[in-house]
């Protein structure tokens, strides 16, 4: 059973470039998550999706900043117009739904570097 | 506000020398409490959920242990594999319990 799967693993891009991270959840998973770990900061909440429903966008940046998670294929995080404070791992995680034991299991990070 | 606080930041353990890593909270209502362990350039490995005070969990030399504002996890006998960062989180009770509430972590070392 494969894990949470990310690409790029590692993607560069020069101040003003759009970034896109994408995220295929666990199988049998419905719900994703999207944190964002800033160097020598812990991992911050960004959002919560459901298939084709954005639950929660509270943690992600008004201006440049959306998500995704279409019906079919993957999650997808998209940054317009990269700027260097944007530099940091993203990461994807994904649970089953609902349920008390709802544990998030974590892919394994897009580390994004803004020149 | 919802505060997860992880001491010490760093600690450094002869293999065999047992120790404990602090996670200390402040939440409105506690729904779950995570930990997790990273290693470097991956995501975070889920190792345990505690729900109530007084719940205990193990799995091989971890043993994670709640109270109202704080958990400890315990690493008995540790072996140089067991280095990495231990993450611990929250979730809070209510509207937004998905939201998992990290602290910054603490950076174990085990040496030969």
């Known amino acids: 059973n494969a894990g949470v799967m990310q690409n790029p693993r590692h993607l560069v891009r020069r101040r003003g470039q759009e970034a896109r991270l994408r995220c295929s959840p666990m199988?049998?998973?419905?719900?994703v998550y999207w944190y964002r770990q800033l160097p020598e900061e812990g991992l911050k909440f960004m959002v919560y999706?459901?298939?084709?429903?954005?639950?929660?966008e509270s943690g992600m940046p008004k201006e440049r900043f959306s998500a995704e998670f279409p019906k079919e294929g993957p999650s997808i995080l998209r940054i317009q117009q990269v700027v260097r404070g944007d530099s940091a791992a993203y990461f994807c995680a994904s649970s089953p739904a609902g349920g008390r034991d709802n544990e998030q299991f974590f892919g394994p990070g897009t580390r994004l570097t803004v020149l | 506000e919802d505060q997860v606080t992880q001491s010490p930041e760093a600690l450094r353990l002869q293999e065999g020398e047992s120790s404990s890593l602090n996670c200390s909270y402040t939440v409105s209502g506690l729904r779950g409490l995570f930990w997790y362990r990273q290693d470097p350039g991956k995501g975070p490995e889920f190792l345990f959920t505690?729900?109530?005070a007084g719940e205990e969990k193990e799995k091989e030399r971890l043993k994670a242990t709640l109270t109202k504002k704080e958990s400890f996890l315990h690493i008995t006998a540790p072996k140089p594999e067991d280095s990495a960062t231990y993450l611990c989180?929250?979730?809070?009770?209510?509207?937004?319990?998905?939201?998992?509430?990290f602290g910054k972590g603490t950076l174990l070392t085990v040496n030969p």
């Open positions: 989180a929250v979730q809070i009770s209510g509207g937004s319990n998905y939201k998992l509430t």
């Open positions: 505690l729900y109530s």
């Open positions: 999706l459901q298939k084709e429903n954005i639950i929660d």
């Open positions: 199988k049998g998973h419905s719900h």
